[in-house]
């Protein structure tokens, strides 16, 4: 929760300063040359626009066994699913808004995510706190501010609404290497990885819409160098089943 708060802490910040830059009409598709970074070994099945394969990523979760859950675990769970929905909610909104079709591609592969997160939250019979809540609506209150807040701040040019969607992006990246961190769960690791390979390509499509615009993004929430790594090289796309361990 504490990097949710710092989180709005620095959007209220940015959402001050950023300079709207020079809005341009052209658009990069969220697809390019296709060359993996290192990944670990549970099998990544994204593709370059983030989309997770979500019948071959059941599968292979169903071919495990359910162990206990630690608390945090379950605490992990229960927070992503809300973030990736976060994602979604946001990005319809923008893609309302401005009529950008990057907000529309994002969407719709944030869908996958949240699928792929309730999959685990039902393997692990945990209720999903995003089952009946409609656009905007979440039950954690961090999440909650957080929506308003980015919403807020995307709602002011297309360039502030570029540069929320790389925030989010970011933010999601940090938050599944912090869960990942506490658990040992192969499916749940697999999720994560899946999630944040994900994450990665959405960014870089992000930050390429604002070049496009002549905006140059700097990073809000990531290490420099880790951040400069991702948007420095090209997408990912997934092996599929073939990737397992």
Same mark, same amino acid.
Request: contains cysteine; glycine residues 8%; proline residues 4%.
């Given at each position: 929760?504490?990097?949710?708060?710092?989180? %709005?802490?620095?959007?209220?910040?940015?959402? +001050?300063?950023?300079?709207?830059?020079? @809005?341009?009409?052209?658009?990069?598709?969220?697809?390019?040359?296709?060359?993996? /970074?290192?990944?670990?070994?549970?099998?990544?099945?994204?593709?370059?626009?983030?989309?997770?394969?979500?019948?071959? %990523?059941?599968?292979?979760?169903?071919?495990?066994?359910?162990?206990? $859950?630690?608390?945090?675990? *379950?605490?992990?769970?229960? =927070? &992503? !699913?809300?973030?990736? #929905?976060?994602?979604?909610?946001?990005?319809?909104?923008?893609?309302? *808004?401005?009529? $950008?079709?990057? =907000?529309?591609? @994002?969407?719709?592969?944030?869908?996958?995510? !949240?699928?792929?997160?309730?999959? $685990?939250?039902?393997?692990?019979?945990?209720?999903?706190?995003?089952?009946?809540?409609?656009?905007?609506? =979440?039950?954690?209150?961090?999440?909650?501010?957080?929506?308003?807040?980015?919403?807020?701040? +995307? /709602? #002011?040019?297309? !360039?502030?609404?570029?540069? !929320?969607?790389?925030? @989010?992006?970011?933010?999601?990246?940090?938050?599944?290497? +912090?869960? $990942?961190?506490?658990?040992? *769960?192969?499916?749940? @690791?697999?999720?994560?990885?899946? %999630? /944040? &390979?994900?994450?990665?390509?959405? %960014?870089?499509? =992000?930050?390429?819409?604002?070049?496009?615009?002549?905006?140059?993004?700097?990073?809000?929430?990531?290490? #420099?160098?880790?951040?400069?790594?991702?948007?420095?090289?090209? /997408?990912?796309?997934?092996?599929? &089943?073939?990737? #397992?361990?």
């Amino acid at each position: 929760m504490r990097r949710i708060y710092a989180l %709005l802490v620095v959007v209220i910040i940015v959402s +001050g300063v950023l300079a709207s830059g020079c @809005i341009g009409t052209s658009e990069t598709s969220t697809t390019s040359t296709e060359s993996p /970074m290192p990944t670990n070994t549970v099998p990544l099945m994204a593709d370059s626009n983030g989309n997770v394969n979500t019948n071959d %990523l059941q599968s292979y979760i169903n071919s495990l066994p359910a162990e206990p $859950l630690t608390d945090a675990e *379950k605490e992990g769970l229960l =927070f &992503m !699913v809300e973030e990736e #929905k976060l994602a979604h909610d946001v990005y319809t909104k923008l893609y309302e *808004k401005w009529g $950008l079709q990057i =907000f529309a591609n @994002i969407a719709k592969s944030e869908t996958t995510h !949240v699928e792929s997160v309730r999959m $685990l939250l039902e393997k692990y019979n945990l209720t999903d706190p995003t089952a009946n809540a409609g656009i905007g609506e =979440f039950q954690n209150k961090e999440i909650q501010a957080l929506y308003d807040q980015l919403i807020e701040m +995307g /709602m #002011k040019s297309e !360039v502030d609404a570029l540069k !929320v969607g790389a925030i @989010i992006e970011e933010t999601d990246i940090r938050d599944l290497q +912090g869960w $990942l961190a506490q658990t040992n *769960k192969i499916d749940i @690791i697999t999720v994560y990885e899946n %999630l /944040m &390979m994900g994450s990665r390509n959405h %960014l870089r499509a =992000f930050v390429g819409q604002l070049e496009n615009r002549g905006v140059t993004y700097e990073s809000q929430i990531l290490p #420099k160098d880790e951040f400069e790594e991702i948007i420095n090289s090209p /997408m990912e796309t997934g092996s599929g &089943m073939g990737g #397992k361990p």
